[in-house]
Each structure stands twice: as C-alpha cells, then as structure tokens.
C-alpha cells in the first residue's frame, strides 16, 4: 500500500511543471485534475494564467485531458475555455475515468502523468494505472468536510515530504 501511495514527485504548484520537463522524463500526456489543483475548490472559471499554462502544453505536444470526480456542469463549464476533453465524475481512484482518458490520450500508461492534488484519489489512482503520478500541493485548504477528514489520513504519508520538485 505504501508504494501505492507514492507519487514520481512532489511540486509546489502546476507551474512547476513544464512541457520540456515533461518530455525529458518521457511524458506525453498529461490527466489534469482541477479542484486544488488547477484552481480552488470554490473557484468556477479557469483564469488567464491557466489558459495560457494549458495552451503552452499544447502547443509544446503535450495532449491534455481533465478528470475530475466533479459533476458535469462544474467540469464542463471549467473545461470550455480550455478547448481540451474532460471525464466528470470520475470516480477516482477508480480506474473508469482513468481508461476513458488514457484511451482518449491514444498513449501507452508510462507515457501519461496524472497531476494532482489528493494521495487518495490521484495518486492512488495513477499509480493502479501504471502512470507517472506528480502531486501538487493543495492551493487552499479550506475545503469540504470529507476533503478535509482525507487530509488527516494523507498526513502521515506526507509529513516528511518537501514540494520541491520542478519538471
Ligand atoms: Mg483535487
């Protein structure tokens, strides 16, 4: 289990992250989270900079997807201004979401990474798959109660972690 629950890296944030840092370790594609990954749970749009960070990926040749265990209309209304395809309810770690997008991403598993921000379900998740797993640190803790009671049980796999990775 412990393994299970080990990401390929930690970093600060999703800008951390870079198309040439992606392709170095050969990645391809990328399985984007959006609650406190992308944005705050509370936030509904996609802003400018994430637009622009999206849009440099897929300009470098880096496929994109969104999977979110989040309802149709917050994913789908996030995703417009993307212009990338998006799976809603998920149900991570669950593996369906996970096969829609890597079948929609056309790419074998170990050349896929999901970024995301909970052990639980991303990391988890990935790791079943067979994909590079890089989780972010969370923008902001102030989040629903069963978010919140899944933060105490990531503790102790996180305590001694620094977010200190770049790609
Ligand atoms: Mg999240």
Redesign the pocket.
Same mark, same amino acid.
């Given at each position: 289990m412990g393994k299970l629950l080990a990401p390929n890296a930690y970093v600060d944030s999703i800008f951390d992250i870079t198309a040439e840092g992606l392709k170095d370790r050969g990645l391809y594609g990328v399985i984007l989270?959006i #609650?406190?990954?992308l944005v705050a749970t509370h936030v509904k749009e996609a802003d400018e900079k994430i637009i622009g960070y999206i849009g440099t990926l897929k300009e470098k040749d880096i496929k994109c997807i969104i999977v979110s265990n989040g309802a149709k209309d917050r994913v789908e209304h996030f995703c417009k201004p993307l212009g990338i395809e998006f799976v809603y309810k998920a149900l991570k770690p669950l593996g369906r979401g996970f096969n829609t997008a890597i079948e929609k991403l056309g790419l074998p598993p170990e050349n896929i990474a999901i970024i995301? #921000?909970?052990l639980f379900t991303?990391v988890l998740g990935g790791n079943l798959k067979g994909i590079h797993t890089i989780l972010v640190k969370p923008i902001d803790l102030n989040e629903p109660f069963l978010i919140k009671l899944k933060r105490i049980f990531e503790f102790p796999f996180l305590r001694n972690k620094n977010y200190t990775d770049k790609y």
């Open positions: 989270d #609650d406190n990954t995301g #921000d909970q991303d």
